[in-house]
């Protein structure tokens, strides 16, 4: 959470930061849980900006979402669009009917639309329904963590990236926008 000019009310934020401690780039939450009865807009200000936020690292561009932005296709596609060949998706979904599977599906879904890895993470339970996977652009989860803390080396290939985009060439055959 990151303060905001409005009183009783902060930013969603997610941050991005380099080996040496410097932040390669922040991204505020564009869509608020407004949804099952809950309120996220009366404690949480959406981010004044809907552009992607990108950054690179390592020779790999990375793309930023968060939470509730997992419904929505259109900012991974943004970002994906522009260059991104992973999406990082900071989450906190509270617990309820079918959401670590819908979790589970959206992070695939994302992956396989946009021909990206996804890294997904999501609070432990009973805050959320806990979780970190990575997901390979043909939308097979690589790495699952499970519910509990952990921390695993994975490898992200940048040449599995670019083999299922010229095998599924969505960006050129794209007709709607």
């Known amino acids: 959470m990151e303060t905001s000019e409005e009183p009783g009310k902060a930013y969603n934020t997610l941050m991005a930061f380099g080996p040496d401690g410097a932040r390669l780039a922040f991204y505020r939450n564009s869509h608020?849980?407004?949804a099952q009865g809950f309120g996220e807009s009366t404690f949480i200000k959406p981010g004044p900006s809907t552009s992607p936020v990108m950054f690179e690292s390592g020779g790999v561009s990375y793309?930023?979402?968060t939470c509730y932005?997992?419904?929505f296709p259109e900012l991974a596609r943004q970002l994906a669009g522009a260059g991104a060949q992973v999406l990082l998706v900071c989450s906190s979904w509270v617990p309820?009917?079918?959401?670590?599977e819908q979790w589970l599906a959206l992070n695939a879904a994302r992956a396989i639309e946009n021909s990206v890895y996804v890294a997904g993470v999501c609070q432990a339970p009973p805050v959320s329904v806990g979780r970190s996977i990575l997901v390979d652009p043909m939308g097979v989860?690589?790495?699952?963590l499970g519910l509990e803390p952990g921390v695993?080396?994975?490898d992200i290939s940048?040449?599995?990236v670019a083999r299922v985009r010229e095998a599924f060439p969505v960006f050129r055959q794209r007709r709607l926008l």
Do not use: P, S
Not at 96 to 100: E, L, M, R, S
């Open 152 to 154: 695993r080396a994975v």
């Open 96 to 100: 309820g009917d079918h959401k670590t």
């Open 141 to 144: 989860i690589e790495t699952d």
């Open 32 to 34: 608020l849980f407004e």
């Open 158 to 160: 940048l040449e599995a």
């Open 69 to 71: 932005d997992l419904r």
């Open 63 to 65: 793309g930023l979402m």
